[in-house]
Protein backbone atom coordinates (compact mmCIF):
# COMPACT_ATOMS: atom_id res chain seq x y z
CA UNK A 1 0.00 0.00 0.00
CA UNK A 2 1.48 3.12 -0.53
CA UNK A 3 -0.42 5.33 1.21
CA UNK A 4 -2.52 8.25 0.16
CA UNK A 5 -5.76 7.66 -2.08
CA UNK A 6 -5.46 8.66 -5.40
CA UNK A 7 -8.29 10.32 -8.10
CA UNK A 8 -8.59 10.90 -11.80
CA UNK A 9 -10.95 11.11 -14.65
CA UNK A 10 -10.08 7.60 -16.13
CA UNK A 11 -12.12 8.29 -19.43
CA UNK A 12 -10.94 10.30 -22.20
CA UNK A 13 -12.63 13.67 -22.32
CA UNK A 14 -15.02 15.63 -24.88
CA UNK A 15 -18.56 14.63 -25.04
CA UNK A 16 -19.53 11.32 -24.68
CA UNK A 17 -22.00 9.15 -22.78
CA UNK A 18 -20.35 7.83 -19.82
CA UNK A 19 -17.12 8.88 -17.96
CA UNK A 20 -15.53 7.44 -15.56
CA UNK A 21 -13.97 8.48 -12.08
CA UNK A 22 -11.64 6.19 -10.40
CA UNK A 23 -10.84 6.48 -6.77
CA UNK A 24 -7.93 4.30 -5.65
CA UNK A 25 -6.01 3.70 -1.59
CA UNK A 26 -7.21 3.49 2.57
CA UNK A 27 -9.85 6.12 2.28
CA UNK A 28 -11.41 5.00 -1.62
CA UNK A 29 -14.22 3.75 0.50
CA UNK A 30 -14.86 6.57 2.56
CA UNK A 31 -14.50 9.20 -0.43
CA UNK A 32 -17.46 7.25 -2.13
CA UNK A 33 -19.52 7.42 1.16
CA UNK A 34 -19.56 10.95 1.32
CA UNK A 35 -20.14 11.59 -2.43
CA UNK A 36 -22.84 8.41 -3.18
CA UNK A 37 -24.18 7.74 0.29
CA UNK A 38 -23.51 4.05 0.93
CA UNK A 39 -21.09 1.96 -0.34
CA UNK A 40 -21.83 -1.26 -2.60
CA UNK A 41 -20.45 -4.49 -1.58
CA UNK A 42 -16.85 -5.69 -3.06
CA UNK A 43 -17.22 -6.64 -6.58
CA UNK A 44 -21.01 -5.01 -6.91
CA UNK A 45 -22.35 -1.87 -7.79
CA UNK A 46 -25.04 0.25 -7.14
CA UNK A 47 -27.19 3.44 -9.03
CA UNK A 48 -26.67 6.64 -6.60
CA UNK A 49 -27.33 10.32 -6.96
CA UNK A 50 -23.53 11.66 -6.50
CA UNK A 51 -23.91 14.99 -3.83
CA UNK A 52 -20.86 16.85 -2.60
CA UNK A 53 -22.78 18.39 1.10
CA UNK A 54 -19.63 21.04 1.08
CA UNK A 55 -19.80 22.44 -2.38
CA UNK A 56 -20.15 26.35 -2.97
CA UNK A 57 -21.35 27.83 -5.59
CA UNK A 58 -18.15 29.25 -6.96
CA UNK A 59 -15.73 27.76 -5.31
CA UNK A 60 -14.66 25.84 -7.70
CA UNK A 61 -12.87 26.10 -10.81
CA UNK A 62 -14.84 26.59 -13.97
CA UNK A 63 -17.62 28.32 -12.22
CA UNK A 64 -17.03 31.93 -11.93
CA UNK A 65 -19.67 33.81 -13.47
CA UNK A 66 -22.54 31.53 -12.16
CA UNK A 67 -24.88 33.35 -10.09
CA UNK A 68 -24.80 32.49 -6.00
CA UNK A 69 -27.04 29.95 -5.49
CA UNK A 70 -28.32 28.72 -2.12
CA UNK A 71 -27.00 25.28 -0.70
CA UNK A 72 -30.29 23.44 -0.02
CA UNK A 73 -30.60 20.56 1.78
CA UNK A 74 -30.33 16.81 0.70
CA UNK A 75 -33.12 15.78 -1.38
CA UNK A 76 -34.76 12.75 -0.02
CA UNK A 77 -35.72 11.63 -3.72
CA UNK A 78 -33.01 9.46 -5.71
CA UNK A 79 -34.06 10.26 -8.71
CA UNK A 80 -31.93 12.67 -10.43
CA UNK A 81 -34.56 14.67 -12.27
CA UNK A 82 -35.48 16.23 -8.87
CA UNK A 83 -32.15 18.05 -9.09
CA UNK A 84 -32.92 21.80 -9.26
CA UNK A 85 -30.56 24.70 -8.93
CA UNK A 86 -31.74 24.95 -5.50
CA UNK A 87 -29.96 22.00 -4.96
CA UNK A 88 -26.37 22.42 -5.82
CA UNK A 89 -24.79 20.19 -4.22
CA UNK A 90 -26.07 17.72 -6.30
CA UNK A 91 -23.65 16.71 -9.07
CA UNK A 92 -25.11 13.91 -11.14
CA UNK A 93 -26.21 10.80 -10.72
CA UNK A 94 -24.98 7.26 -12.07
CA UNK A 95 -23.01 3.41 -11.26
CA UNK A 96 -20.67 3.01 -8.19
CA UNK A 97 -18.44 0.29 -8.09
CA UNK A 98 -16.34 -1.02 -5.52
CA UNK A 99 -13.60 -3.15 -5.75
CA UNK A 100 -11.56 -4.14 -2.37
CA UNK A 101 -7.97 -4.57 -2.16
CA UNK A 102 -6.04 -6.61 -3.02
CA UNK A 103 -8.78 -7.71 -5.80
CA UNK A 104 -9.06 -4.51 -7.90
CA UNK A 105 -6.89 -3.44 -10.74
CA UNK A 106 -4.53 -1.58 -8.30
CA UNK A 107 -4.63 -3.97 -5.74
CA UNK A 108 -6.04 -1.58 -3.04
CA UNK A 109 -9.62 -0.38 -2.32
CA UNK A 110 -10.99 1.16 -5.76
CA UNK A 111 -14.17 3.07 -5.87
CA UNK A 112 -15.22 3.75 -9.29
CA UNK A 113 -18.00 6.66 -10.75
CA UNK A 114 -19.64 6.22 -13.70
CA UNK A 115 -21.55 9.47 -14.42
CA UNK A 116 -22.15 11.53 -17.55
CA UNK A 117 -20.17 12.40 -20.10
CA UNK A 118 -19.61 15.82 -21.40
CA UNK A 119 -17.08 18.26 -19.82
CA UNK A 120 -18.94 19.53 -16.45
CA UNK A 121 -20.36 16.59 -14.91
CA UNK A 122 -17.01 14.21 -14.72
CA UNK A 123 -15.21 16.97 -13.46
CA UNK A 124 -17.47 18.27 -10.69
CA UNK A 125 -17.05 14.36 -9.57
CA UNK A 126 -13.56 14.64 -9.69
CA UNK A 127 -13.91 17.92 -7.44
CA UNK A 128 -15.87 16.23 -5.16
CA UNK A 129 -13.64 13.66 -4.74
CA UNK A 130 -10.70 15.83 -3.94
CA UNK A 131 -12.85 17.71 -1.57
CA UNK A 132 -13.71 14.40 0.20
CA UNK A 133 -9.82 13.88 0.81
CA UNK A 134 -8.45 12.02 -2.27
CA UNK A 135 -5.49 13.97 -4.31
CA UNK A 136 -5.13 14.22 -7.61
CA UNK A 137 -3.46 10.89 -9.12
CA UNK A 138 -0.08 11.56 -11.67
CA UNK A 139 0.16 10.11 -14.96
CA UNK A 140 -0.50 6.56 -15.05
CA UNK A 141 -0.20 6.59 -11.22
CA UNK A 142 -2.96 3.33 -11.07
CA UNK A 143 -0.85 1.44 -13.03
CA UNK A 144 2.17 2.19 -11.21
CA UNK A 145 0.41 0.82 -7.91
CA UNK A 146 -0.54 -1.82 -9.48
CA UNK A 147 2.77 -2.78 -10.40
CA UNK A 148 4.10 -1.61 -6.83
CA UNK A 149 0.88 -4.08 -5.57
CA UNK A 150 2.11 -6.85 -7.73
CA UNK A 151 -0.85 -6.99 -9.39
CA UNK A 152 1.16 -6.22 -12.99
CA UNK A 153 4.93 -7.24 -13.99
CA UNK A 154 7.02 -4.66 -15.80
CA UNK A 155 6.74 -6.02 -19.00
CA UNK A 156 2.45 -6.51 -18.17
CA UNK A 157 2.56 -2.48 -16.98
CA UNK A 158 4.28 -1.86 -20.30
CA UNK A 159 1.43 -4.25 -22.29
CA UNK A 160 -1.28 -1.70 -21.37
CA UNK A 161 0.11 1.00 -22.84
CA UNK A 162 0.24 -0.54 -25.82
CA UNK A 163 -3.30 -2.02 -25.48
CA UNK A 164 -4.47 1.75 -24.93
CA UNK A 165 -1.97 2.64 -27.81
CA UNK A 166 -2.86 0.12 -30.05
CA UNK A 167 -4.20 1.00 -33.52
CA UNK A 168 -5.11 -1.88 -35.23
CA UNK A 169 -6.71 -5.58 -34.11
CA UNK A 170 -3.32 -7.29 -34.71
CA UNK A 171 -1.66 -4.75 -32.50
CA UNK A 172 -3.97 -5.10 -29.84
CA UNK A 173 -3.74 -8.42 -29.79
CA UNK A 174 -0.17 -8.42 -29.32
CA UNK A 175 -0.62 -6.15 -26.63
CA UNK A 176 -3.30 -8.34 -24.90
CA UNK A 177 -0.51 -11.19 -25.34
CA UNK A 178 2.00 -9.13 -23.41
CA UNK A 179 -0.82 -8.32 -20.89
CA UNK A 180 -1.30 -12.16 -20.58
CA UNK A 181 2.30 -12.59 -19.34
CA UNK A 182 2.92 -14.98 -22.11
CA UNK A 183 6.25 -12.89 -23.42
CA UNK A 184 7.24 -13.05 -20.19
CA UNK A 185 6.85 -17.09 -20.03
CA UNK A 186 8.49 -17.43 -23.32
CA UNK A 187 11.61 -15.85 -22.05
CA UNK A 188 11.72 -17.48 -19.04
CA UNK A 189 11.34 -20.67 -20.94
CA UNK A 190 14.30 -19.86 -23.14
CA UNK A 191 16.10 -18.88 -19.94
CA UNK A 192 15.83 -21.69 -18.71
CA UNK A 193 16.75 -23.90 -21.53
CA UNK A 194 19.94 -22.02 -22.02
CA UNK A 195 20.66 -23.01 -17.87
CA UNK A 196 19.77 -26.60 -18.45
CA UNK A 197 22.47 -26.75 -21.25
CA UNK A 198 25.30 -24.58 -19.38
CA UNK A 199 24.72 -26.86 -15.99
CA UNK A 200 24.85 -30.37 -18.43
CA UNK A 201 28.17 -28.69 -19.44
CA UNK A 202 28.98 -27.81 -15.83
CA UNK A 203 28.59 -31.44 -14.70
CA UNK A 204 29.68 -32.94 -18.17
CA UNK A 205 33.52 -31.19 -17.08
CA UNK A 206 33.56 -32.35 -14.12
CA UNK A 207 32.81 -36.51 -14.38
CA UNK A 208 35.57 -38.45 -16.38
CA UNK A 209 34.32 -38.83 -20.17
CA UNK A 210 34.24 -42.42 -19.64
CA UNK A 211 30.87 -41.84 -17.09
CA UNK A 212 29.14 -40.18 -19.96
CA UNK A 213 26.13 -41.62 -21.59
CA UNK A 214 26.68 -42.72 -25.25
CA UNK A 215 25.65 -39.78 -27.63
CA UNK A 216 25.99 -37.12 -25.02
CA UNK A 217 27.72 -34.89 -27.37
CA UNK A 218 24.79 -35.35 -30.19
CA UNK A 219 22.27 -34.58 -27.61
CA UNK A 220 24.47 -31.25 -26.67
CA UNK A 221 24.12 -30.00 -30.63
CA UNK A 222 20.37 -31.23 -30.47
CA UNK A 223 19.80 -29.06 -27.45
CA UNK A 224 21.92 -26.16 -29.18
CA UNK A 225 19.78 -26.04 -32.22
CA UNK A 226 16.90 -26.23 -30.58
CA UNK A 227 17.95 -23.01 -28.81
CA UNK A 228 18.50 -21.42 -31.39
CA UNK A 229 15.58 -21.70 -33.44
CA UNK A 230 13.72 -20.68 -30.51
CA UNK A 231 15.82 -17.68 -30.37
CA UNK A 232 14.93 -16.61 -34.28
CA UNK A 233 11.16 -17.55 -33.18
CA UNK A 234 11.61 -14.70 -30.27
CA UNK A 235 13.09 -12.30 -32.05
CA UNK A 236 10.52 -12.60 -35.15
CA UNK A 237 7.92 -12.41 -32.44
CA UNK A 238 9.83 -9.07 -31.00
CA UNK A 239 10.33 -7.53 -34.16
CA UNK A 240 6.88 -7.71 -35.24
CA UNK A 241 5.81 -6.70 -31.55
CA UNK A 242 7.75 -3.04 -32.15
CA UNK A 243 6.34 -2.93 -35.36
CA UNK A 244 2.65 -3.52 -34.24
CA UNK A 245 3.74 -0.78 -31.13
CA UNK A 246 5.33 1.59 -33.19
CA UNK A 247 3.60 0.86 -36.96
CA UNK A 248 5.52 0.60 -40.01
CA UNK A 249 6.44 3.92 -42.68
CA UNK A 250 5.08 3.76 -45.79
CA UNK A 251 6.38 6.15 -47.89
CA UNK A 252 4.78 7.02 -51.81
CA UNK A 253 7.49 8.60 -54.15
CA UNK A 254 7.96 9.76 -57.81
CA UNK A 255 8.41 12.19 -60.26
CA UNK A 256 6.32 14.92 -60.10
CA UNK A 257 2.99 13.99 -61.56
CA UNK A 258 3.02 10.62 -61.25
CA UNK A 259 0.02 10.25 -59.16
CA UNK A 260 1.32 9.94 -55.43
CA UNK A 261 -1.60 12.28 -53.83
CA UNK A 262 -4.09 10.20 -56.16
CA UNK A 263 -2.61 7.29 -54.50
CA UNK A 264 -3.12 8.35 -51.06
CA UNK A 265 -6.42 8.54 -51.72
CA UNK A 266 -7.78 5.92 -52.79
CA UNK A 267 -5.78 3.66 -50.21
CA UNK A 268 -7.31 5.82 -47.56
CA UNK A 269 -10.86 5.84 -49.50
CA UNK A 270 -11.13 9.81 -49.18
CA UNK A 271 -9.85 12.71 -50.51
CA UNK A 272 -7.31 13.96 -48.41
CA UNK A 273 -4.37 15.35 -50.31
CA UNK A 274 -4.90 17.45 -53.35
CA UNK A 275 -4.91 16.31 -56.85
CA UNK A 276 -3.92 18.50 -59.79
CA UNK A 277 -2.50 18.09 -63.45
CA UNK A 278 -0.02 20.93 -62.11
CA UNK A 279 3.18 19.06 -61.91
CA UNK A 280 4.59 19.91 -57.83
CA UNK A 281 1.25 19.66 -56.33
CA UNK A 282 2.69 18.59 -53.17
CA UNK A 283 5.03 20.29 -51.30
CA UNK A 284 4.87 19.33 -48.34
CA UNK A 285 4.51 15.23 -46.58
CA UNK A 286 0.82 14.88 -46.01
CA UNK A 287 0.84 11.45 -43.56
CA UNK A 288 -2.55 9.19 -42.63
CA UNK A 289 -2.62 6.13 -40.48
CA UNK A 290 -3.81 3.04 -42.10
CA UNK A 291 -4.86 -0.51 -41.17
CA UNK A 292 -2.79 -2.86 -43.89
CA UNK A 293 -3.70 -6.51 -43.11
CA UNK A 294 -3.54 -5.95 -39.39
CA UNK A 295 -0.36 -4.04 -39.72
CA UNK A 296 -0.81 0.25 -38.74
CA UNK A 297 0.80 1.67 -41.41
CA UNK A 298 2.06 5.46 -41.06
CA UNK A 299 1.08 6.06 -44.75
CA UNK A 300 3.29 9.54 -46.51
CA UNK A 301 2.54 11.15 -49.52
CA UNK A 302 5.51 13.12 -50.69
CA UNK A 303 7.04 16.04 -52.89
CA UNK A 304 7.49 14.73 -56.48
CA UNK A 305 11.04 14.01 -56.80
CA UNK A 306 13.03 16.75 -59.32
CA UNK A 307 15.75 19.48 -59.60
CA UNK A 308 13.82 22.44 -58.21
CA UNK A 309 14.41 26.67 -57.77
CA UNK A 310 11.43 26.76 -55.87
CA UNK A 311 13.06 26.66 -52.43
CA UNK A 312 9.36 25.35 -50.33
CA UNK A 313 9.38 22.72 -53.34
CA UNK A 314 13.24 22.21 -52.92
CA UNK A 315 12.44 21.47 -49.01
CA UNK A 316 9.98 18.85 -50.17
CA UNK A 317 11.82 17.09 -51.75
CA UNK A 318 14.42 16.95 -49.12
CA UNK A 319 11.99 15.66 -46.65
CA UNK A 320 10.70 13.68 -48.66
CA UNK A 321 14.31 12.00 -49.72
CA UNK A 322 14.80 11.88 -45.47
CA UNK A 323 11.18 9.55 -45.09
CA UNK A 324 12.17 7.02 -48.00
CA UNK A 325 15.85 6.31 -46.01
CA UNK A 326 13.99 5.69 -42.76
CA UNK A 327 10.72 3.82 -44.85
CA UNK A 328 9.81 0.51 -44.36
CA UNK A 329 8.41 -0.21 -47.50
CA UNK A 330 8.84 3.18 -50.28
CA UNK A 331 6.39 2.81 -53.08
CA UNK A 332 8.10 4.01 -56.43
CA UNK A 333 5.49 5.05 -59.12
CA UNK A 334 6.99 5.37 -62.43
CA UNK A 335 5.72 5.85 -65.47
CA UNK A 336 5.79 3.61 -68.95
CA UNK A 337 9.50 5.58 -69.75
CA UNK A 338 10.82 4.85 -66.53
CA UNK A 339 9.79 1.14 -66.43
CA UNK A 340 12.93 -0.11 -68.06
CA UNK A 341 15.73 1.38 -65.90
CA UNK A 342 13.70 0.71 -62.33
CA UNK A 343 12.19 -2.86 -62.89
CA UNK A 344 16.45 -3.58 -62.34
CA UNK A 345 16.94 -1.63 -58.65
CA UNK A 346 13.98 -3.37 -57.27
CA UNK A 347 15.03 -4.34 -53.76
CA UNK A 348 13.09 -5.57 -50.94
CA UNK A 349 11.58 -2.80 -49.23
CA UNK A 350 10.72 -0.96 -52.39
CA UNK A 351 7.48 -1.51 -54.60
CA UNK A 352 7.63 -0.51 -57.82
CA UNK A 353 4.39 0.67 -59.27
CA UNK A 354 3.04 1.66 -62.98
CA UNK A 355 0.77 4.09 -62.01
CA UNK A 356 -2.46 5.30 -64.34
CA UNK A 357 -2.47 1.99 -66.06
CA UNK A 358 -5.76 2.66 -67.27
CA UNK A 359 -4.16 5.06 -70.23
CA UNK A 360 -1.68 2.36 -71.01
CA UNK A 361 -2.71 1.27 -74.60
CA UNK A 362 -2.61 -3.25 -75.20
CA UNK A 363 -1.20 -4.98 -75.00
CA UNK A 364 -0.04 -4.47 -71.33
CA UNK A 365 3.64 -6.10 -69.66
CA UNK A 366 2.74 -9.05 -68.37
CA UNK A 367 5.72 -9.52 -65.70
CA UNK A 368 4.47 -9.06 -62.11
CA UNK A 369 7.35 -6.18 -61.69
CA UNK A 370 6.17 -3.24 -62.05
CA UNK A 371 3.03 -3.69 -60.47
CA UNK A 372 0.23 -2.20 -62.75
CA UNK A 373 -2.03 0.23 -60.95
CA UNK A 374 -4.50 2.67 -61.18
CA UNK A 375 -6.05 4.79 -58.84
CA UNK A 376 -9.07 6.18 -61.33
CA UNK A 377 -10.52 2.51 -61.88
CA UNK A 378 -8.47 1.33 -58.95
CA UNK A 379 -7.33 -1.65 -60.84
CA UNK A 380 -4.20 -3.38 -59.00
CA UNK A 381 -5.28 -1.31 -55.11
CA UNK A 382 -5.82 -5.07 -54.20
CA UNK A 383 -2.57 -6.18 -55.03
CA UNK A 384 -0.13 -3.57 -53.78
CA UNK A 385 -1.99 -4.05 -50.51
CA UNK A 386 -0.87 -7.36 -50.57
CA UNK A 387 2.17 -6.54 -51.29
CA UNK A 388 3.36 -4.01 -48.68
CA UNK A 389 1.72 -6.55 -46.21
CA UNK A 390 4.02 -9.02 -47.92
CA UNK A 391 7.34 -6.69 -47.36
CA UNK A 392 5.96 -6.14 -43.51
CA UNK A 393 5.52 -9.70 -43.24
CA UNK A 394 9.14 -10.29 -44.40
CA UNK A 395 10.54 -7.17 -42.72
CA UNK A 396 9.74 -8.41 -39.21
CA UNK A 397 10.74 -11.90 -39.78
CA UNK A 398 13.45 -11.08 -41.29
CA UNK A 399 16.74 -10.88 -38.97
CA UNK A 400 18.11 -7.22 -39.90
CA UNK A 401 16.40 -5.07 -37.58
CA UNK A 402 18.65 -4.27 -34.57
CA UNK A 403 16.42 -1.19 -33.95
CA UNK A 404 13.57 -4.28 -32.00
CA UNK A 405 16.62 -3.72 -29.28
CA UNK A 406 13.91 -0.43 -28.23
CA UNK A 407 12.41 -3.52 -26.27
CA UNK A 408 13.99 -4.09 -23.11
CA UNK A 409 12.94 -8.12 -23.59
CA UNK A 410 14.05 -7.89 -27.40
CA UNK A 411 17.22 -6.32 -26.14
CA UNK A 412 18.26 -9.17 -24.04
CA UNK A 413 17.37 -11.79 -26.54
CA UNK A 414 19.41 -10.03 -29.02
CA UNK A 415 22.41 -9.84 -26.81
CA UNK A 416 21.80 -12.93 -25.35
CA UNK A 417 21.80 -14.43 -29.02
CA UNK A 418 25.38 -13.28 -29.75
CA UNK A 419 27.09 -14.48 -27.04
CA UNK A 420 25.79 -18.22 -27.71
CA UNK A 421 28.34 -20.53 -28.76
CA UNK A 422 29.27 -21.35 -32.58
CA UNK A 423 28.73 -25.64 -31.74
CA UNK A 424 29.58 -27.48 -28.63
CA UNK A 425 32.89 -28.87 -29.47
CA UNK A 426 34.94 -26.85 -27.13
CA UNK A 427 32.88 -27.71 -23.48
CA UNK A 428 34.99 -25.05 -21.52
CA UNK A 429 34.06 -22.36 -23.68
CA UNK A 430 30.29 -23.23 -24.50
CA UNK A 431 30.00 -23.59 -20.98
CA UNK A 432 31.04 -20.05 -20.22
CA UNK A 433 29.56 -18.71 -22.96
CA UNK A 434 25.71 -20.50 -22.54
CA UNK A 435 26.12 -19.30 -18.85
CA UNK A 436 26.84 -15.80 -19.92
CA UNK A 437 23.84 -16.24 -22.45
CA UNK A 438 21.70 -16.80 -19.36
CA UNK A 439 22.93 -13.97 -17.07
CA UNK A 440 21.65 -11.88 -19.87
CA UNK A 441 18.36 -13.45 -20.41
CA UNK A 442 18.09 -13.68 -16.58
CA UNK A 443 18.47 -9.70 -16.10
CA UNK A 444 14.71 -8.03 -17.66
CA UNK A 445 13.28 -12.03 -15.45
CA UNK A 446 15.45 -10.40 -11.98
CA UNK A 447 12.52 -7.78 -11.70
CA UNK A 448 15.13 -5.29 -10.48
CA UNK A 449 14.20 -1.46 -11.47
CA UNK A 450 15.47 1.55 -11.20
CA UNK A 451 13.70 4.28 -10.16
CA UNK A 452 13.87 6.34 -13.71
CA UNK A 453 13.14 3.18 -15.61
CA UNK A 454 9.96 3.09 -13.73
CA UNK A 455 9.67 6.82 -14.09
CA UNK A 456 10.41 6.44 -17.50
CA UNK A 457 7.37 3.93 -18.29
CA UNK A 458 4.82 5.17 -15.97
CA UNK A 459 5.00 9.06 -17.27
CA UNK A 460 3.90 7.56 -21.31
CA UNK A 461 0.71 6.69 -19.28
CA UNK A 462 -2.23 9.26 -19.45
CA UNK A 463 -4.25 10.39 -15.89
CA UNK A 464 -6.24 7.66 -15.11
CA UNK A 465 -4.92 5.02 -15.99
N1 LIG B 1 -6.07 8.44 -65.82
C1 LIG B 1 -5.51 8.51 -64.63
N2 LIG B 1 -5.08 9.70 -64.15
C2 LIG B 1 -4.50 9.75 -62.93
C3 LIG B 1 -4.34 8.58 -62.14
N3 LIG B 1 -3.73 8.93 -60.98
C4 LIG B 1 -3.53 10.27 -61.05
N4 LIG B 1 -3.98 10.76 -62.23
C5 LIG B 1 -3.93 12.15 -62.66
O1 LIG B 1 -2.58 12.57 -62.73
C6 LIG B 1 -2.44 13.93 -62.29
C7 LIG B 1 -1.45 14.03 -61.15
O2 LIG B 1 -1.94 13.30 -60.04
P1 LIG B 1 -1.45 13.57 -58.56
O3 LIG B 1 -2.03 12.48 -57.72
O4 LIG B 1 -1.69 14.95 -58.16
O5 LIG B 1 0.11 13.31 -58.75
P2 LIG B 1 1.30 13.53 -57.69
O6 LIG B 1 2.28 12.45 -57.94
O7 LIG B 1 0.76 13.65 -56.32
O8 LIG B 1 1.90 14.89 -58.20
P3 LIG B 1 2.76 15.99 -57.37
O9 LIG B 1 2.08 16.23 -56.08
O10 LIG B 1 2.74 17.14 -58.28
O11 LIG B 1 4.13 15.42 -57.20
C8 LIG B 1 -3.86 14.39 -61.90
O12 LIG B 1 -4.42 15.09 -62.98
C9 LIG B 1 -4.60 13.08 -61.68
O13 LIG B 1 -5.99 13.19 -61.94
C10 LIG B 1 -4.82 7.34 -62.67
O14 LIG B 1 -4.72 6.27 -62.06
N5 LIG B 1 -5.38 7.36 -63.91
MG1 LIG C 1 0.87 15.11 -54.98
Known amino acids: ?74 PSSENPNSQTPQQPNILD ?125 EGLERELGAIRTAFAQALVRAREGKMLREGALVVLVGAPNAGKSSLLNALLGESRAIVSPIAGTTRDTIEEWLDLGGWPVRLVDTAGLRETDDAIEAEGVRRAEDL ?14 EVEEVSEVEDVSEIVVLSKCDLLSTPRPSSPVPLLLSSKTGEGLEALRRAIVARLEAKAASGADAGAASDRLAA ?14 DLVLAGNALARAAEVLGRPLGAVYSADLLDALFSRFCVGK
Open 1 to 74: MTGDTITAIATASGRGGVAVIRVSGPEAFAVAEKIAGTVPAPGRFRFATFRDEERRVGSCSGEAGTPPLRVGPA
Open 324 to 337: IAKADVVVRLVGVE
Open 93 to 217: AGLVLAFKGPHSYTGEDVVEFQCHGGSVAPRRVLEACLRAGARLARRGEFTERAFLNGRLDYDQAESVLDLIDAKTDRAAAAALEGLSGRKTRALRSLYDSVLTLSSTVEHALDVDEGELPGGFA
Open 412 to 425: ALLEAQALLPADMG
